[in-house]
């Protein structure tokens, strides 16, 4: 069964201070991955995914993940938080043979100005 | 395109009581699926489907029914509400081909006393 870990519950950051949360997830095939981000009173939004390919993957607002298959994670970076980066990120796994997309807990980020 | 619509936006239910949150979606994608949000949880999956006529059990399926008679709707039934489902709710569809993206609706905010 696919299952997804986010070991961050909340990280508390400044303005331009680098981010790297992390997810790691369990299934026994291929699969893809995706990083959401859900602001304040909004929708879940897709952050970035990963199905194959080169395993660095850019996504909307200066987010990038790296798909490291032997460690069976998929860490979430930014180089330059700014405030409006508050928000809370989860993980995503979906087994490539699979009808389901399961979560991670979610990371909670606050930014101070 | 509306994208997906949940009704209502907030509830208030008495312990015992049924209802049906509503979910509805005009992009014609197959798949849908009813997440729960609890805080430090996450969003875990209650049921889903893969067409009309077709759904499946998630991670958290006891106390909630579902059906899918058409490509629209999915609407998820609480049988006899109880307060450990106090709760968040979001609908979400997808196409199970790239971009793989899941669409969410607003959520509906429940609540069991």
């Known amino acids: 069964a696919q299952s997804v870990s986010q070991h961050n519950h909340h990280v508390i950051l400044s303005e331009a201070a680098s981010l790297e949360l992390g997810c790691n997830y369990s299934?026994?095939?291929?699969?893809?991955l995706f990083w959401y981000v859900q602001y304040p009173g909004q929708h879940l939004q897709l952050l970035l995914k990963?199905?194959?390919?080169?395993?660095l993957v850019k996504g909307i607002k200066g987010f990038e993940a790296e798909f490291i298959k032997s460690k069976f994670s998929f860490n979430l970076r930014k180089p330059s938080v700014q405030w409006s980066d508050t928000a809370e990120y989860f993980c995503?796994?979906?087994?490539?043979?699979?009808?389901?997309?399961?979560f991670g807990s979610g990371t909670r980020l606050s930014i101070r100005p | 395109n509306a994208g997906v619509t949940q009704t209502p936006k907030f509830q208030v239910l008495k312990t015992g009581q049924s209802m049906t949150l509503q979910c509805a979606q005009d992009?014609?994608?197959?798949?849908m699926s009813w997440y729960r949000q609890d805080p430090g949880m996450g969003l875990r999956l209650i049921h889903y489907?893969?067409?009309?006529?077709?759904?499946d059990q998630g991670e958290v399926p006891n106390g909630y029914n579902v059906s899918r008679s058409t490509t629209e709707d999915f609407p998820l039934r609480l049988l006899s509400a109880a307060p450990s489902q106090t709760s968040v709710y979001f609908c979400?569809?997808?196409?199970?081909?790239?971009?793989?993206?899941?669409?969410f609706g607003p959520g509906t905010r429940l609540t069991v006393t």
């Open positions: 995503a796994v979906r087994g490539s043979s699979a009808s389901k997309i399961i």
């Open positions: 299934y026994g095939g291929t699969v893809n």
């Open positions: 990963y199905f194959s390919g080169d395993p």
């Open positions: 992009m014609n994608h197959e798949y």
């Open positions: 489907s893969v067409g009309a006529g077709i759904t």
């Open positions: 979400a569809s997808w196409e199970n081909r790239d971009p793989y993206e899941q669409y």
